[in-house]
């Protein structure tokens, strides 16, 4: 093989190389730290055809999986676009359907994605924002327990009282009362 190509060549691997290490997830990056240097020693073989069509799949190989670190990196994104939504407007009605087309996913899009990421459903993860919030009221107000809830998005005193001795396996009284 020309010396001149096999220098681009490995020229080329260590700036694919780079690209790869940066977008390659935690503890998956001696997978290609030990595939490199192998097909190093593969361009100096004779049959460059067969190495160039090799080196253009593996090349098509890492564009896909730098294409899918970015899309999973977006939906992250999303996810913490629909958890701000929440923290900024627990204390009215929220439906799974306005967070949906405010990050601009489907209902199941979010749905599916929200318990992935969090792993708790959008109403569960709702809710425990809700709780964490009305915390604090019951702490430093003196506010019956129905203000409390309604001022933390609960439609109803007895849903909330449910709910928060679900989370904190105390009512909301007892709690107070502590």
Same mark, same amino acid.
């Given at each position: ?5 096999? =220098? ?9 190389? !780079? ?11 001696? #997978?290609? @730290?030990?595939?490199?240097?192998? $097909? ?5 073989? +004779?049959?460059?055809? #067969?190495?160039?069509?090799? $080196? *253009? ?17 977006? !939906? ?6 629909? !958890? ?7 204390? +009215?009605?929220?439906? $799974?359907?306005? =967070? &949906?087309?405010? #990050? ?5 899009? *979010? ?5 992935? !990421?969090? &792993?708790?459903? %959008?109403?569960?993860? $709702?809710?425990? =924002? ?13 506010? *019956? =327990?129905?203000?409390?809830?309604? @001022? ?11 709910? %928060?001795?679900? +989370? ?11």
């Amino acid at each position: 093989m020309d010396p001149i190509l096999h =220098v681009q060549i490995e020229q080329l691997f260590a700036l694919s190389h !780079q690209i790869a290490m940066m977008s390659c997830p935690k503890g998956k990056s001696e #997978v290609l @730290s030990a595939i490199f240097p192998r $097909l190093l020693k593969l361009v100096s073989v +004779k049959e460059f055809p #067969v190495v160039s069509h090799f $080196l *253009l799949i593996f090349n098509n190989l890492l564009f896909e999986f730098i294409s899918e670190e970015r899309l999973l990196f977006r !939906q992250d994104k999303r996810i913490l676009k629909a !958890q701000e939504f929440i923290e900024k407007n627990y204390d +009215k009605p929220i439906k $799974l359907s306005d =967070v &949906a087309k405010y #990050v601009g996913l489907s209902k199941g899009a *979010l749905s599916r994605l929200f318990r992935k !990421q969090t &792993a708790k459903t %959008f109403i569960e993860y $709702l809710n425990e =924002v809700r709780i964490e919030h009305s915390l604090d009221l019951l702490r430093k107000t003196d506010d *019956l =327990v129905s203000e409390v809830a309604y @001022s933390c998005g609960f439609s109803n005193g007895h849903h909330f009282s449910k709910i %928060f001795k679900r +989370k904190r396996g105390v009512t909301p009284g007892t709690f107070r009362k502590k």
